[in-house]
Each structure stands twice: as C-alpha cells, then as structure tokens.
C-alpha cells in the first residue's frame, strides 16, 4: 500500500504536466497518511495494551475494536486512575464504545435510508458488554491498581467487548514516538530525530535501515532493499536520491514489542563534498593508545544561536540559509566530533536536545558516557564525554558560577561593594563542569577534567576573568579534596581546563593561567567604567599550558577572528605529543567568505590535542 500511494503521487504529477515538486509534495502528504495507517495497525485486533508508566497513577488502555457487523474499525484509548474501582472504569469505557458504536449505526441507517432497502434490514445493535477478567471469573470490587497486580501474575486475562475477545499484554515494549531527519546527505550518518521507547532499552532493541527508489510507472511498489542494522547508518554516496526506511523492534530481556517503521519525507540527498574537518580527520585515523589520549574542545554554535533573524541576516548574513539549519549543521558536527577518534570532549553551546537525541546516542555507540549542564535561562549548556575504555568516572559536578560565587569570601568580599559590577556578573548564566576521571591503563593516574564557556560580551574583560578566577577557587577547593580524600599524590592527579574563554591571549585569563598572577593593574579590569574592579588580583597555584598553542583565530566570523578557545593542561605532569593535528587554513575558512558555511557547522573551530604523562624521572 505504501508503494502504490506514493507511485500514485508522482503519476498524477506527471500526467497533469505539473512541476515536478509537486509530485514530492503529493507523495509527502501520502507518505504522513500512510504513517497514520500504520500506526493504527500496530494495535492487533486480538490484543488489548495496558501500560502504566513509572510514577504515573494512571493506566493507560489501547486495543482494536474490528466488528464489521456494526461498521466499526477503531482504536480506543482510555486512562483510568489506578485508584479507581474497575468497575467504574469498565462503565466509562462502557459507554464511550457504546457512543461509538450509536454514533456509526445512525450514519449507516441514514444512508440506508437515501437508498433503496436492502434485502435484509440494518443489524439492531446490541447491548454493549465490557468485562475483565479470566475465563473463570470476572474482576469486579477492587481497583485499578489491584487488577494490575492481578495481570502483572496471571498472563492468562482478557478484556471483552461486545463478543471480540481480547489477551491483556501488561507493559509491552514498545516505539513510544519516531521520527527521522528532514534533511539527509551522502557521506552523513543518519539516524532517528526522535526515539522514545516505553519498557525497552535502546541497547536492547533491533534496528534496520532500508533504501528505496520513488517509483517511476504505474502499478510499481518501491523495492525495499535491506541496507543496515545499526541505530545509525552512514549513507554512501550510491543512495542519493533514494528514499530511506527506517524499522525498530523495541525489546527489554526477554521482551519483544511491535516493530515501528518510518519513511523519509525526502530522498537522501548529495553532500557538500570534502569538508575541511575530514582533512584533519587523517591525522586522528587511530585511537591513541596506552597512556596517551586524544582531547577535544568545540564550541558546537548552539540552535538558539544560529536560528534568528539576526543571526541569518546579521551575524552569519554570509552564510546561505540552509547551512544554518540544525538538522543541516548537526549532521557535518556528529561526523567531525567521531573522526577525531577523540578520548575526552569538552564541548560548548550544546542544545539540550542535541545533547539527548543526537549527542548521547551517537557517542554512546562509540563507548562514549557524558553528562550535561545547561545554563540557567538559556536552553544550551556544556557537555563533557569520556571514552570508557580510556577512563573511568570517579565524580562529576556542574554549577552555574554566579550560584557559588558567594562561597568564596577570599575574592566576594573583594567586589560585594560594587553594584553595578555584583548585578551584572550575578545574572550571568555562565555555568562550570568537573569530572574526575581514572585512567585505566594506569589506575593511579587521573585527571580532573574542567569544562566551561564564559559570558561573551565585549565590554566584559573585567566579568570574564571574574568568572575564570572564581572558576579556579571552585576547581581548586575539588583539587584539595580529592588529593586529601582520596589519598592521591599530586603526582597522580593533573588538571585540564578547556573551553570557549571569550578571551583572547593577550587579555587576562591567558595570563593567569601562564603566569600563575594577574594583579590589579591588569587592563581587563577597566574594561567598562562603571563596572570597573579595584585593587582585585588573582593567583593559580598549577603550572599550565596551552595544548594548542595560540592559533592566529579559532572563532572565524566577518565580524570578528581571534583565538578565544583553549585546551589548558597541567605541564607539570602531562605533555603534549608532536603529532599535532593542523588548524584549518585562513584559505578553507574563508571558501564561503567565514563560518558557518556549508562545510562547517559552527563559528568556532575544534581543538585538538594528543597528550600523554609525563615520566617521574623526567
């Protein structure tokens, strides 16, 4: 049926002479019709689905109601209170199939009645009789709840309605919602937009991925052609212009729920050609192994960023519509963060949704465990994700800066007094990530990893090392801890700090961490007159360097190109090794004059870095 309706599509469109994108249009709206049919079959004529979600009191009751008798062919859905007598809930759904069954009876008799009579008269309904129960004895007197119970111990109990009798299966697996990309390229990974499952594990369930061409002559059905068998598919180059199918088998232990399947609304479409990043992906083709490991920061350029009118007209007016779209840019970022074979990722301006549908999945089938903190007020955060076959989790933190600022009287007290500089660091919504992690090559070696993103404005030299430095004091007071808990040396225990700083090198906080002093003559204090902060300096007690340097820029715009993202590390026990993967060229950033562009997602441009430990003897 599938086939043939889209075939349909695409032959009206053609035997009318219309554009040929209405034929697309036709056969997308067929495509949404027929998921609707779909869906509705999932639900087997002879199985009645409850389910009752973890802390939800309420039981919610689908099943297929096919008694062609009475002209009817519906999915019912009920939710009934646990706390509620069954009995009750029998009566209402009692009812409301009774309306149903009136409403589709008096339709028929009238349209019976503007035709000649048929031989036999309109079948008289019946009394509507809803039971539970086994076949030995009807539920009645207890609640919804009990009944549940009674389901969750008895496999052998069913619903009847009418003289349709059906089996209760209790919490099923099963695809909750699905939905796929609307944009799809060759050379990309593809995978579900959107997957929720009910009593199912993704790591559990089965998943296959299909290829079809859009038929072309009439009574031709799209050939399904098997393709992969993983939650994600990289599509070579040879699907483009084929539809793709994608089908989920929902499983928990030894349950297995209905499949759910998806078509794409588009044909797969041809890619933007070589990106930059997959240049620099030769030089990360392997996994560093042993000691050494692969560090990667990357400012992603959040969606709330990206889609405005001021961004598309304004801050990236250079940059051609379709490359700033979500769906777009995530497919070139999720292919560039796994080509870079990466061990640690410190990643900013992360939506909340990508970091749960796209990030998270992606990630974890490449070993990768993360955990996110989203900014107050603002819906992106940072992420930070290890290999778990490098490292192990010890602890994970997340704060927003402004929240823990007063537990630091050491540098408060220093600007409590300034107004106007404590009402405007204060509504920041700048947050701080720390993860400690375990290597487990050497499990005496761990790293305490730091990942923060901080305010960006330009008048606010003086707010951002605010930020940086009380960063520090909170990172610092973890430090003290855990070498005093946990009984490490500080042999054993090096700091990394990475992100998106907002500062260039000649400004503060590179300072700080080089220098280990930023005293009160710092320029970056002065940075707004009414704000500005007296007799404030700052200390770092770690040896620190820039794993990457100082690149000419890392944030590439027309309006603005400077270095302003750094992977920090502890040089005192870690190293950086000569197998430096190169920046991209000022030549490839500017093929579409700046970033974004179709070849690459963000504004900023990843860093990264091999680094290792360094030996006691050296």
């Given at each position: 049926?599938l086939?043939?309706?889209v075939?349909?599509?695409f032959?009206?469109a053609?035997?009318?002479?219309?554009?040929?994108?209405?034929?697309?249009?036709?056969?997308?709206?067929?495509?949404?019709f027929?998921s609707?049919?779909?869906?509705?079959?999932r639900y087997?004529?002879?199985?009645?689905y409850f389910?009752?979600?973890?802390?939800d009191d309420?039981c919610q009751?689908?099943?297929?109601?096919?008694?062609e008798?009475?002209?009817i062919?519906?999915?019912?859905n009920?939710?009934?209170?646990?706390a509620?007598?069954?009995d009750?809930?029998?009566?209402?759904?009692?009812?409301?199939i009774?309306k149903e069954l009136?409403?589709?009876h008096?339709?028929?008799?009238?349209k019976?009645?503007?035709?000649?009579?048929?031989a036999q008269?309109?079948v008289?309904?019946?009394?509507?009789?809803?039971?539970i129960g086994t076949r030995e004895?009807?539920?009645?007197g207890?609640?919804?709840a009990?009944m549940?119970?009674?389901?969750?111990?008895n496999?052998?109990?069913?619903?009847t309605?009418l003289?349709?009798?059906?089996?209760i299966?209790?919490?099923?697996?099963e695809v909750h919602?699905?939905e796929?990309?609307?944009s799809?390229?060759a050379d990309?990974y593809?995978?579900?937009?959107k997957l929720e499952?009910?009593?199912?594990?993704?790591?559990k369930?089965?998943?296959?991925w299909?290829?079809?061409?859009?038929?072309?002559?009439?009574g031709?059905q799209?050939?399904?052609?098997?393709?992969?068998?993983?939650?994600?598919?990289?599509?070579?180059?040879?699907?483009v212009g084929?539809?793709?199918?994608f089908?989920c088998?929902?499983k928990?232990?030894?349950q297995?729920?209905p499949d759910a399947?998806?078509?794409t609304?588009?044909?797969?479409?041809?890619?933007?050609?070589q990106?930059p990043f997959?240049?620099?992906?030769?030089f990360?083709?392997q996994?560093l192994t042993?000691?050494?490991?692969?560090v990667?920061?990357y400012?992603?350029l959040?969606d709330?960023?990206a889609?405005s009118d001021?961004?598309r007209?304004?801050?990236?007016g250079?940059?051609?519509?379709y490359?700033?779209?979500?769906?777009?840019?995530?497919?070139?970022?999720?292919k560039?963060?796994v080509?870079?074979q990466?061990d640690?990722?410190?990643?900013q301006?992360?939506?909340a949704k990508v970091?749960?549908l796209?990030l998270?999945p992606?990630?974890?089938?490449?070993?990768?465990?993360g955990?996110?903190q989203a900014?107050?007020?603002v819906?992106?955060?940072?992420?930070?994700?290890?290999?778990?076959?490098?490292?192990?989790?010890?602890?994970?933190?997340?704060?927003?800066i402004?929240d823990i600022?007063?537990d630091?009287?050491?540098?408060?007290d220093?600007?409590k007094?300034?107004e106007p500089?404590?009402?405007?660091?204060?509504?920041?919504?700048t947050?701080?990530?720390?993860?400690?992690?375990?290597?487990?090559h050497?499990?005496?070696?761990h790293?305490l990893v730091?990942?923060?993103?901080l305010?960006?404005h330009?008048d606010?030299?003086?707010?951002?090392l605010l930020?940086?430095g009380?960063?520090?004091?909170?990172?610092?007071r973890?430090?003290?801890?855990?070498?005093?808990?946990?009984?490490?040396s500080a042999?054993?225990?090096?700091?990394?700090?990475c992100?998106?700083f907002?500062?260039v090198?000649e400004?503060?906080i590179y300072?700080?961490?080089?220098?280990?002093?930023?005293?009160?003559?710092?320029p970056?204090?002065?940075?707004?007159?009414?704000?500005?902060?007296?007799?404030?300096s700052?200390?770092?007690?770690?040896?620190m360097?820039s794993?990457c340097?100082?690149?000419?820029f890392?944030?590439y715009t027309l309006?603005?190109?400077?270095?302003?993202?750094?992977i920090?590390y502890q040089t005192?026990l870690?190293?950086?090794?000569?197998?430096?993967v190169?920046m991209?060229?000022?030549?490839e950033l500017?093929?579409?004059e700046?970033?974004?562009?179709?070849?690459?997602p963000?504004?900023?441009i990843a860093?990264v870095?091999?680094?290792e430990?360094?030996r006691?003897d050296?």
């Open positions: 049926m086939e043939q309706t075939h349909r599509a032959s009206v053609k035997s009318l002479n219309c554009d040929p994108h209405l034929g697309y249009r036709l056969s997308t709206y067929t495509l949404r027929v609707y049919l779909q869906s509705k079959n087997a004529m002879n199985i009645a389910k009752q979600l973890s802390g309420h009751i689908s099943f297929r109601l096919n008694a008798r009475y002209n062919d519906k999915v019912f009920f939710n009934r209170s646990s509620e007598q069954i009750t809930s029998l009566e209402r759904m009692r009812q409301n009774e009136q409403k589709r008096k339709r028929k008799k009238n019976n009645n503007a035709t000649p009579a048929p008269g309109p008289e309904l019946p009394p509507v009789q809803v039971n004895a009807k539920f009645t207890i609640t919804v009990e549940l119970a009674r389901i969750g111990q496999p052998d109990v069913f619903l309605v003289e349709n009798e059906f089996r299966v209790y919490n099923k697996p919602a699905l796929l990309p609307t799809m390229m990309f593809v995978y579900p937009s499952l009910h009593f199912a594990t993704r790591s369930s089965d998943y296959r299909y290829r079809g061409l859009p038929p072309v002559s009439t031709e799209i050939a399904w052609e098997e393709v992969g068998q993983e939650f994600t598919y990289l599509v070579p180059n040879r699907d084929y539809y793709l199918k089908v088998t929902p928990s232990g030894d297995t729920g399947m998806k078509v609304e588009q044909t797969v479409q041809a890619g933007p050609g990106c997959e240049v620099r992906h030769l990360t083709q996994k042993g000691g050494q490991f692969r990667v920061s400012n992603l959040a709330v960023y889609d001021y961004s007209n304004v801050l990236f250079y940059c051609v519509p490359a700033l779209e979500l769906d777009y840019r995530k497919q070139l970022f999720v560039e963060l080509g870079y990466g640690i990722l410190c990643l301006e992360v939506d970091f749960a796209d998270m992606i990630l974890q089938q490449n070993r990768f465990v955990h996110y900014k107050c007020r819906a992106e955060g940072l992420a930070t994700f290890y290999d778990t076959e490098k490292f192990e989790l010890v602890e994970k933190h997340g704060v927003i402004s600022m007063k630091f009287p050491e540098l408060w220093q600007i007094g300034n500089l404590v009402k405007r660091i204060s509504h920041r919504s947050a701080l990530q720390v993860t400690l992690l375990q290597s487990k050497d499990r005496d070696k790293l730091a990942n923060t993103h305010y960006f330009p606010s030299d003086h707010i951002r930020q940086f009380f960063a520090m004091l909170y990172v610092r973890h430090y003290d801890r855990i070498l005093c808990g946990d009984r490490l042999d054993n225990l090096a700091l990394l700090f992100g998106d907002n500062s090198p400004c503060g300072k700080l961490m080089m220098d280990r002093f930023v005293g009160p003559d710092m970056d204090w002065q940075s707004n007159e009414l704000e500005a902060v007296q007799n404030v700052l200390t770092q007690p770690f040896q360097g794993a340097g100082c690149p000419k890392t944030n309006g603005f190109t400077e270095c302003i993202d750094y920090f005192s870690l190293r950086v090794l000569p197998d430096v190169p991209p060229s000022e030549e500017t093929i579409y700046a970033i974004p562009s179709p070849v690459f963000s504004d900023h860093l870095a091999n680094l430990w360094t006691c050296e």
